[in-house]
Structure formats: C-alpha cells, structure tokens
C-alpha cells in the first residue's frame, strides 16, 4: 500500500473522528447561550439547572474535539508537504485566524465561563456564553473558508518559474478567499447540522430521564421541548440549504453530483435515481431505478434541463486538463449522500413528532420511543460524516478543485515512506480511538447522572 494512500486513509479517519464532536460543540453552545438567556430574564430557577447540566456535558465534548483538532493541522506539513508548499500562501491565512482569533476567543470565554458563576452578575455571564457560541462557530467559518478554495479555488494567481512551470498558488485577493460563495452556502449549512445535532443530543437524554423517571422531571420535560424545537428549526434548515448548496456544486463541481446520482450519461431531462447499483468498470449501472425528471428539476429548477452524465465529463475534463481518470468513487459518493439526505428526513419527521408530543404536561414515554430517541443522538453524527465522505470523496481526484491533484498533494517518499505513514496511521488510529471511547464513557457517565452531575462537581 503505498504512501499516498495511506495518507489518505490517515487523514480520513482522523477528520471523521474529530468530527464527531464539532457539530455537538457548534449547536450546544447557542442552545446554552439561549438557555442561560431564558434564565437571566426569567429568574426560573429550572433554566439554571439546565444550563449546568447541558454545560457539563458541553464541556466534556469540547476538550475532546481541541484534543483531536490540534492534531489535523501538522499533517498538513507531514504527509502532505507538497500541498503545504503549493497553497500554503493561500491556506494558511484562514487557518491562522482560525486559531489566533475565534479559538483563542472562545476557549478564553469558555473559561471564565466555567469559573465565573459566583464572580460575574448573571446578564455578564450569560454574555459570556454568548462570546463562548460565536467564537465556537466563528473558528468553524475560518476553517470552511479554507476547505472552500479547496473546493472552489478563487482571489488567487499562478506563480510560475523561469521555465513556465507552475510552482505554487498565491493570494492575490483576500476578500475573495474570505467571500467565497462556496463558504457562505458551506458554513450555514453545517451550522444549522449543529443545531440538528445539539438538538438530538438533548432529546435523546432527556428522553432517557423522564423514562427511567429521574429526579427533577421538570428539568428533563422542559430540556424535552426545547431540545425538540432547536432540532426541528436546525433539520428545517439544513434540507433547503443542502438543496441551495447541491444546486450551485452543480455549477462548480458537476462530476460530483454527477457521481452523487450515479448518472454516468448525460440525460435531458435527468430522472432522480432512487436505487442504482454503479458499475465502475462499465462505466454503468446495472440496476437503475429513476423517479423521471426530477434531478433536472432539484439541480436547474427545470423539469426539461439536461444534467451532465460522468462519461462525458471525464471526456470534457480530459480535454481541459489532460490524460486522466476525473471519475471519483461512484459507489461510495452515491451511498454517502443518499444516508444523509435519508437520516434528514428521518429526523425530520421524529422532531415533528416530539415537538408536538412534548407539549403535553404529563409525558408518557413508551418502550419504542425511549430506544429510538436514544439511537437518534447519533443520526446527526451518521448525517454529517457521510455528508463530509460524500462532499470530499465526490472531490477527488482533487485536492485543489481544478489546481492541485491528490496524488501530486502528498509528501514525497524520499521525505516520509509508506512504512512511516502506515506507523502513524496506526497509533493516531489507535489513539484516537481511545479518546473516542473515553469520550463516550464521560458523556454516558454525567448524562446517566443527570442533573445530579451538578451536586458531584461540587462535592
């Protein structure tokens, strides 16, 4: 297995594995800050107590997405040198900002957050959770920033050497890069997934309390209807912005959407595929079941606009950028997207239902519930991972979007081997792994323990 590859690989798992945790981190910082905000301007004590324990539990998952985050940034000068050297004028900016700026604020907040409950009036500190969400979702918007001129590569120029080779990207303007159209449909989007997530989050627990019938049911009923109104506002979000967002990858990146539907030839009009089993060898499906029309319609606003298969474009792309296989996974990039969009509309139709069923005053949780619910924490975690394999899969064989190939991105052997890569890949693997299961043995811990999560903190 050779060295890129095994870069990849590296790279994959260690991304899913610190995703885990942002979405949670992203969602349940604004629903704190509203909590807290209903708790200043209420006086209800119920609101303290919710924002106490959600924030035990916030805090539980924000250490351990900083410990696998830090990690993420110096691969790009380990394995992938020559990314590094090709756009590291360009991809550095944002990154810097990323850390200097919004991390830095929100871990700095995030402390005297933590210690301040007895030093700063209640409107200070709940201002202080506010500072805590929108430097949490700030450092998510610098890091989008740079993963959308890896997607659609703009304010910037081609420096090349005295032979006319092309040597590295340079910025040329900054406004560009930071207003990308890309970024702007990008970071939504994996707010409001935030927002889904948190939401879930809090359902899911609070469900398993007022099961089990734990002390202090008010607070557990009352997280159940907020938690059910933050996850159906962020799920009612996330569909029509996904839809915005696939419309203009159409305009950028059609291979990706192209592959997304397993549409391997151009049609006019295009039929929405439902189920199709992709036959990379020849360049077909061998099943192929279509709803008429209806991709057309989603991807152009058209019901009659024909949408670019994959053959075609591989021979369009081949003509722009040379010999060259531009045909991502299909397989994978089909599936991916098609549990997202399912898991969406699950969710969907549970938060419906829990919005409406939690308004009753007295809550009768059945057996089915409970487990569903319980499950459901982690569909948002299933929709934003596939959603992330699907829109950085369907990339490829990019790393740069029409600048930089993948194959020509990573370090070379004579820098890093593939025995080193392989030795990496399996200890970070492994490490994180650990972390993932410690993870999950805290939150399991402090939600089992509820609100009385509080009174252990302080003995």
Do not use: C
């Not at 997202?340 to 308004?359: D, K, N």
């Amino acid at each position: 297995m050779g060295a890129l590859l095994l870069a990849r690989w590296q790279y994959a798992i260690l991304t899913v594995y610190h995703f885990f945790f942002v979405p949670l981190t992203l969602g349940l910082s604004i629903l704190l800050a509203i909590m807290e905000t209903k708790y200043v301007t209420s006086g209800d004590e119920t609101y303290k107590k919710m924002v106490k324990f959600w924030g035990k539990l916030f805090l539980i998952n924000f250490a351990m997405g900083v410990v696998t985050g830090i990690v993420q940034e110096f691969q790009f000068g380990l394995n992938w040198s020559e990314y590094s050297r090709f756009v590291g004028d360009i991809f550095g900016a944002p990154l810097a900002i990323e850390a200097l700026l919004a991390f830095f604020l929100e871990s700095t907040f995030l402390g005297v957050w933590i210690f301040g409950w007895d030093k700063l009036s209640k409107k200070a500190h709940a201002t202080v959770m506010w500072l805590v969400a929108i430097g949490s979702n700030l450092s998510a918007l610098w890091i989008l920033i740079a993963n959308s001129f890896m997607q659609e590569p703009r304010g910037f120029e081609l420096i090349r050497d005295a032979a006319g080779n092309v040597i590295k990207a340079q910025m040329t303007d900054f406004g560009a890069l930071v207003f990308n159209p890309h970024a702007w449909l990008q970071f939504p989007h994996v707010v409001t997934s935030g927002i889904t997530t948190a939401g879930f989050f809090v359902m899911g627990i609070s469900i398993y309390h007022l099961f089990k019938k734990s002390k202090e049911q008010q607070v557990y009923h009352t997280s159940l209807k907020w938690g059910a109104v933050y996850g159906l506002i962020g799920i009612l979000l996330v569909i029509p912005i996904g839809h915005v967002q696939m419309q203009h990858m159409e305009k950028i990146q059609p291979m990706k959407v192209a592959a997304a539907e397993s549409l391997w030839d151009t049609e006019g009009p295009a039929g929405l595929s439902l189920f199709a089993i992709p036959d990379y060898d020849q360049k077909k499906n061998s099943i192929d079941i279509r709803v008429p029309y209806l991709l057309s319609f989603l991807a152009f606003d058209s019901f009659t606009h024909p949408v670019p298969g994959i053959n075609q474009l591989q021979k369009e792309y081949e003509a722009k950028y040379g010999p060259g296989d531009y045909v991502p996974a299909v397989a994978l990039t089909y599936w991916t997207f098609r549990i997202m969009v399912g898991v969406g509309f699950l969710m969907l139709i549970m938060a419906i239902v829990m919005v409406i069923r939690s308004r009753k005053e007295s809550l009768t949780i059945s057996p089915f519930t409970y487990k569903l619910f319980l499950w459901g924490i982690f569909f948002p975690v299933i929709g934003t991972s596939t959603g992330w394999i699907m829109t950085e899969v369907g990339r490829q064989p990019w790393v740069v979007y029409g600048l930089l190939k993948t194959a020509n991105a990573v370090s070379p052997t004579a820098a890093v081997s593939a025995g080193e890569v392989a030795f990496s890949l399996i200890v970070f693997a492994l490490l994180y792994g650990a972390l993932m299961v410690a993870d999950i043995f805290l939150l399991k811990k402090y939600a089992r323990l509820g609100v009385q999560a509080i009174e252990v903190e302080n003995e």
